[in-house]
């Protein structure tokens, strides 16, 4: 029931916005595109792409965060400075400890050893698999 | 590009077809033919009290959070049911199916079910109590409460409530019709990886399991959303975060949970989704994907989720106790930062549900200490409430039994709970009946504080009390049905008894499984007085009016409005001047004091589109499951048009002059003791609802 008006254009997000909102979508669009690429395409080896994607996808949430979620530490919106206290702490918990668990998971548990190295799969998958109990 | 499905499809009905019916299982045609009677009985009821027309108006498409609470906490208490009747096939399948010769029947080795169906029940049975029961149980009683407790006339978003509603009654009705319509998922509530891929669940029970959690998580989110941005934003003039009510901070922080963890769900089920139907590898095994990723991603919402259900129930229990002790609550900014803090915690603590699958061990031994961390939070709030009720005046009435029942509960449970926590200690009861009958403690403490919160709140909304005799017989049996399955469950988990046995191979378990048989038997029992306490207090209602403070010494907000409360919770919204403000104004003998002038209320207008978006989602669910392209697209396009349609909708709200309010406020009979009763109300909630 907070109601204040009926017109979306009048609402301060959207007026504040003065177009950050193509640029994030277009930004979003390219950022994927080129990851989808990357997969797809087999560009890189394993363990790159796998950095490269990450890389990519760090930039796509900024660009979100900052274009479209306007989280900044501004006065007048204290509600954007909340949610980016809110935004880092979790960021940190659960890309963080994420990436810590899987750092080191592949060797204990022998799993895709592809990852590990650039050979093509196959070739790889052998190798893996006899430095694998490490 | 989708991926190739074995077995027959065709584009009018996808994978359905007749065999998919069950209809040579004796146990399903029977729950069928209860199904369809109970909706005989319903239908024939609301056609010859001709109650389809406020059915209509005054339900299905009521946008008040009193209404849409109530229906959520139906549709909890519905699927409590069904996954009470899981457990019984449970316990008993194990009774029966212990040591190689035991007899089997309708086609089960050993016991009465196979495995085949054994995976499901157990399956539907945890999806369907942590989201289809626990969480539309506690969402509703936080619709309910959190608008009175601050003074508000609604929800923030009352149309988003009203969608959050559908989609979360969608996914249930979702794990319904799995029952009657195909089959359900087999790899446990969480899903264990990769059993729920397409090569090793080629049915379609993974896709209903799936697109029903979707749905259920969507509308939690945006549930969540709502009721953040109520509090945040709706509270009365004078409601400072200093005085708002312990129960309102306890949902403000799980609903801080359910923003920041449920998107991970929806995404995590997405990407199986498209494992499951473009045949990506997000989660297999080889090919570039990675089991555990989906443990990963799953648990980083899995856990903060147990504590998003258990805060609210934390902030009942924080309600009653000093209720029912006559003081106020101990230490208000402890409580308050310690369910902030149970929030923060919970998102570094995940790990803890694998502690078993290969992390390294300082990653380990990192989560062992923050899950144990959790520990000094929940002790705050323990001494909390022991100083509350210590030199209090106890009145041992029904809320007052479960909450401090429920305490009990949190003990044996907590202490357990950091027995897993230590990652040496989880390495022997992992995966066994210990963790099973670890987290019954702590949900069955959500159980209790639920039933708490019910007896307690139900004259505010319903206007009259519920009975207490055979309440508390109820109360007895259902706490000595929770002894009775659980302590065997724990012993059994210490002699290594492993999780989900369809079939017990060791005999000198069977004892135990027996007595536990004897538990749910009781729990069966108490069912009966629940309903004799239904009946009764229906019955007897007019004895049991209540006034505006059903116990008398209550001391919130919320108990100073009318009971049942009227569609626009307060007439006049109140100014608010000490945290318990009922206790504040009693104490300042200003409670009965009734408002100069009314002014005009502004109140949202009924809409028939979240039920219309519910049912689209169903069908689009429904469409995805069984692979029918064209229902889902038709579905899914419907509801685009029908949001546009929403949005161009500018008549969403009216206004009851304020004559109208000082007319439906003078129609509510004051008693002289200076405790207003409403007149001759039947005992529904809406009372007097007029001007729409
Ligand atoms: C004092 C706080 C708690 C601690 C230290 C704790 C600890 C743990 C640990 C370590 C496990 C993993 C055991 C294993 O799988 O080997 C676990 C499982 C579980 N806990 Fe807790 N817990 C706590 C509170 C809760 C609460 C409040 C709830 C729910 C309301 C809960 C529900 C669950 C559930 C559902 C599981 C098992 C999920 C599954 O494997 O199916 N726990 N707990
Ligand atoms: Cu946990």
């Known amino acids: 029931m907070t109601h204040t008006t009926d017109n979306a254009w009048q609402h301060p997000e959207v007026q504040l916005a003065s177009g950050g909102y193509v640029v994030a979508y277009v930004a979003g669009l390219v950022l994927m595109g080129l990851s989808l690429w990357i997969v797809r395409g087999h560009v890189l080896a394993p363990m790159e792409t796998g950095i490269a994607i990450s890389a990519l996808a760090g930039l796509a949430a900024l660009i979100q965060c900052v274009l479209l979620l306007h989280l900044n530490i501004s006065e007048t919106q204290i509600w954007h400075t909340v949610a980016l206290i809110l935004f880092i702490p979790l960021f940190i918990l659960a890309i963080g400890l994420s990436s810590w668990m899987f750092h080191g998971l592949y060797r204990r548990t022998m799993l895709m050893p592809a990852a590990h190295v650039s050979a093509p799969a196959t070739g790889a998958q052998a190798a893996g698999a006899m430095k694998a109990p490490g | ?692």
């Open chain 2, 1 to 692: 590009m989708l991926v190739h499905i074995d077995g027959p499809w065709s584009p009018l009905l996808g994978r359905l077809a007749l065999s998919e019916i069950p209809y040579k299982n004796p146990i399903l045609v029977g729950t069928f033919v209860f199904a369809m009677l109970v909706g005989v009985v319903l239908v024939g009821l609301a056609t010859y009290l001709g109650a389809w027309r406020t059915l209509w108006r005054d339900w299905l498409t009521s946008v008040d959070h009193k209404k849409i609470g109530i229906m959520y906490i139906l549709i909890g208490l519905v699927m409590l049911f069904r996954g009470f009747i899981d457990a019984v096939m449970m316990r008993t399948q194990q009774a029966l199916a212990v040591g190689p010769r035991s007899s089997g029947y309708l086609h089960a080795l050993h016991g009465y079910l196979t495995p085949y169906h054994f995976g499901q029940i157990y399956t539907a049975h945890g999806t369907i109590m942590i989201l289809f029961a626990a969480t539309p149980l506690l969402v509703g009683i936080m619709n309910i409460l959190v608008p009175l407790q601050i003074g508000a006339r609604d929800m923030a978003y009352p149309y988003l409530n009203a969608v959050s509603l559908w989609l979360t009654a969608a996914g249930a009705a979702l794990v319904m019709a799995s029952l009657f319509i195909g089959n359900f998922a087999h790899a446990g509530w969480f899903g264990i990886v990769p059993v729920m891929e397409l090569p090793y669940s080629p049915g379609v029970g993974v896709d209903y399991w799936m697109w029903a959690f979707q749905l259920s998580s969507i509308g939690t989110t945006l549930g969540g959303i709502n009721l953040l941005a109520t509090i945040v934003k709706m509270r009365a003039p004078g409601m400072t975060w200093g005085r708002l009510p312990i129960f309102t901070w306890a949902s403000l922080s799980a609903n801080l949970i359910s923003l920041t963890t449920f998107p991970v769900l929806t995404v995590t089920l997405a990407l199986l989704a498209l494992d499951r139907y473009v045949g990506t590898h997000f989660y297999t095994a080889g090919l570039g994907g990675n089991l555990m990723l989906y443990n990963d991603l799953f648990w980083i919402w899995g856990h903060p989720e147990v504590y998003f259900v258990i805060l609210p129930a934390f902030g009942m229990i924080s309600e009653i106790i000093p209720t029912f002790s006559e003081k106020p609550l101990f230490g208000y900014l402890g409580m308050v930062l310690a369910s902030l803090g149970i929030a923060g915690v919970s998102w570094g603590v995940w790990l803890h549900h694998f502690f078993t699958m290969a992390a390294a061990p300082a990653v380990n031994a990192f989560f062992s200490i923050t899950t144990m961390v959790v520990g000094i939070p929940t002790g705050v709030k323990v001494f909390n409430w022991a100083f509350t009720m210590f030199r209090g005046r106890l009145r041992f009435e029904l809320p007052m039994m479960w909450a401090s029942a429920a305490l009990f509960l949190l003990l044996v449970g907590g202490l357990t709970g950091m027995m897993n926590a230590f990652a040496t200690n989880d390495y022997m009861v992992h995966n066994s009946v210990f963790v099973v009958a670890h987290f019954h403690m702590m949900l069955l403490l959500i159980v209790y504080a639920i039933f708490g919160g019910v007896n307690y709140w139900f004259p505010k909304v319903f206007g009259f009390r519920l009975e207490q005799r055979y309440g508390k017989m109820f109360f007895w049996l259902f706490t000595a049905g929770t002894a009775v399955v659980f302590i065997p469950m724990f012993t059994l988990g210490f002699m290594g008894m492993t999780r989900r046995l369809d079939y017990v191979a060791f005999p000198q378990w069977g004892p135990l499984l027996d007595i536990e048989v004897a538990g749910i038997a009781i729990y069966a029992l108490s069912v009966v007085f629940l309903l004799a306490q239904l009946y009764v207090s229906f019955r007897d209602r007019a004895q049991n009016r209540a006034g505006l403070d059903a116990w008398e010494t209550s001391r919130n907000l919320e108990w100073m409005t009318h009971s049942p409360v009227p569609f626009y919770n307060f007439a006049v919204t109140p100014e608010i001047h000490a945290r318990d403000e009922r206790a504040w104004r009693v104490e300042h003998g200003v409670d009965t004091v009734r408002p100069e002038r009314y002014e005009d209320i502004h109140m949202p207008r009924n809409t028939a589109l979240p039920l219309g978006l519910g049912l689209l989602s169903f069908g689009l669910a429904f469409g995805l499951v069984w692979r029918i392209w064209w229902l889902a697209s038709v579905c899914a396009a419907m509801i685009v048009v029908l949001i546009v349609i929403r949005s161009f909708d500018n008549d969403t709200d009216y206004t009851i002059p304020a004559q109208d309010v000082e007319r439906m406020e003078r129609d509510i009979r004051d008693v002289p003791s200076g405790r207003p009763v409403t007149g001759d109300v039947a005992g529904g909630v809406p009372a007097f609802r007029e001007g729409v």
